[in-house]
Nanobody, 114 residues
Framework: VQLVESGGDLVRAGGALRLSCAAS????????MGWYRQAPGKQRELVAA???????NYTDSVKGRFIISRDNAKNTVYLQMNSLKAEDTAVYYC?????????WGQGTQVTVSS
């Protein structure tokens, strides 16, 4: 399993970013996927999830601001992040949901300045 995240950046509060994650080594089209994040000093948490059929779920802190989507033809999952807040600062990872242990990518850093 290989997961490659991209799209992180430094952005001002209120701004937007779109993260991408390219997956290989899995049958992507039948795999439920998730975006996770880990802030300094905190445990990794699930932020958003999307089933193989496209049903989505979000943690309360990002509801109404983040949108997860997928393109099965490209084996890619996306996270559109709007109205970013300082507390969204973290390294963002994608993985299956539930995650494949030991198959985490390098993540992509999102830093939101207030």
């Amino acid at each position: 399993v290989q997961l490659v995240e991209s799209g992180g950046d430094l952005v001002r509060a209120g701004g937007a970013l779109r993260l991408s994650c390219a997956a290989s080594g899995i049958i992507f089209s039948i795999t439920d996927m998730g975006w996770y994040r880990q802030a300094p000093g905190k445990q990794r948490e699930l932020v958003a999830a999307i089933t193989s059929r496209g049903s989505t779920n979000y943690t309360d802190s990002v509801k109404g601001r983040f949108i997860i989507s997928r393109d099965n033809a490209k084996n890619t999952v996306y996270l559109q992040m709007n109205s970013l807040k300082a507390e969204d600062t973290a390294v963002y990872y994608c993985n299956a949901q539930p995650p494949y242990r030991g198959s985490w990518g390098q993540g992509t850093q999102v830093t939101v300045s207030s």
